[in-house]
């Protein structure tokens, strides 16, 4: 299996993990993990490429607004300043579902995603729309 197939089972095991929808501080870390992972994949998929191809691929990744969104956490959770502003995604609520009872699950927790725009995303289905476009990119280029 290639760089680029590897990086995308491992995108794939936390996008696993976040569909657990837990509260805790954990969960959170998890979720900022995936969106890491899921942009770094860009770097293992150019390194199987020509350059050519290389080029192709960002202006593929560049066309989808989901893996824009996750350019944007990723380095946010990694940088203290980022300089490559996409859609300047941020999350910026917790929406905690808190259950009652003595047989009651966990809490459990969604996450916002908030653009320049105003415009809002829940970030597990911006995870899931992340995930298919990986998937279309790398059948695209062959790996």
């Known amino acids: 299996m290639n760089k680029a197939r590897l990086q995308f089972e491992r995108v794939k095991r936390y996008y ?6 837990g509260g805790s501080d ?3 870390d998890d979720l900022l993990a995936f969106f ?3 942009w770094h994949l860009k770097d293992h998929v150019k390194s199987c490429l020509s350059s050519t191809a290389a080029r192709q ?3 593929d ?3 989808h607004r989901a893996l824009r969104i996750v350019a944007d956490i990723a380095n946010r959770s990694k940088h ?6 996409r859609d300047d995604a941020r999350i910026t609520h917790k929406f905690i579902h808190v259950y009652d009872g003595a047989h009651a699950p966990p809490a459990t927790a969604r996450f ?3 653009l320049a725009d105003g415009s809002t995303y829940d970030a597990h289905n ?12 790398l059948v695209r280029h062959g790996l």
Request: net charge negative; charged share 15%; aromatic share 8%.
């Open 16 to 21: 696993e993990r976040i569909q657990q929808f």
């Open 26 to 28: 954990v969960a959170y």
């Open 36 to 38: 890491q992972n899921c």
């Open 57 to 59: 691929v960002e202006e």
């Open 61 to 63: 990744v560049h066309a």
């Open 80 to 85: 203290v300043t980022i300089t490559n502003v």
């Open 112 to 114: 916002g995603i908030t």
């Open 126 to 137: 911006v995870a899931t729309e992340a995930v298919q476009n990986w998937e279309a990119i």
